[in-house]
């Protein structure tokens, strides 16, 4: 099974610029996420998957009293157990295994009173849309990832509360509608790119059927639904 980075999803020329939009448009989400669970100025915190570092940043501008450790998925996990009061991961759809295997350990890494919260993405909305062609090709892409990957996102099983014995768990998925050209359309057009030899060399998609996509996510007379950030917590 394909891991972040192989085939199905394959870093190109664009991932910096892509990762950069990933956190200007889903940072404030998770901010206003763990400003509402509460993360407090000597709170020892661990930020998983990184990215361009602006969450790590704001973790330390939060918990200025505190710690903050960072740590990508691909690279060493700490053997730390009940040592973090808060832990945040935001997951990309094609890190699914990856995720499987971190998240039992995320939840022991947790002291008494300490808080997780899991993000991830829900193609739902996007599966809706009243544009045949968009609604075709986000599906047409989901069913490739979802097969690869051997599962999906946003089901209450993938809940940390529900699925790991997490205390007073919650969850709720945040949908953002987005114009073409603007930074929410230009990450999901990076991101999908990601998965395009896969896409055209497997048969999901012609090239005009994409290319046409993407010419929607640049248009900005196009407006539609993205796929839904879903966030999950528990407390331990």
């Known amino acids: 099974m394909d891991q972040y980075g192989e085939p199905l999803f394959a870093p ?8 950069f939009l990933m956190d200007e448009v889903f940072d404030p989400m998770s901010i206003a996420a763990l400003s509402g669970l509460g993360v407090g100025r000597r709170a020892r915190c661990l930020e998983v998957g990184s ?3 602006s969450m790590a940043r704001w973790f330390c ?3 200025s009293e505190g710690e903050v450790v960072t740590t990508g998925l691909g690279g060493p996990l700490p053997e730390e157990p009940r040592s973090f009061d808060v832990i945040h991961a935001r997951f990309e ?3 699914l295994p990856v995720r499987e295997g ?5 939840t022991e890494w947790l002291r008494p009173g300490g808080f997780l919260l899991v993000e991830s993405f829900s193609w739902i909305p996007s599966h809706g849309s009243p544009n045949p062609l968009y609604q075709y090709v986000m599906r047409r892409w989901s069913d490739l990832v979802l097969h690869d990957k051997g599962r999906g996102s946003g089901r209450p099983g993938d809940f940390p509360g529900v699925r790991y014995g997490l205390r007073h768990p919650g969850a709720e998925s945040v949908v953002r509608h987005f114009q073409g050209g603007g930074p929410i359309a230009e990450f999901w057009r990076l991101t999908i790119d990601l998965s395009r030899e896969r896409l055209l060399g497997d048969g999901h998609l012609t090239e005009p059927e994409l290319e046409q996509t993407y010419g929607l996510l640049r248009n900005p007379r196009f407006w539609d639904a993205a796929p839904a950030l879903t966030q999950a917590w528990g407390y331990r």
């Open 61 to 63: 501008s939060r918990a």
């Open 12 to 19: 190109n020329g664009s991932e910096e610029e892509r990762l």
């Open 93 to 95: 759809p094609g890190q």
């Open 102 to 106: 971190v998240m039992r350990r995320m």
């Open 51 to 53: 990215g361009g570092g």
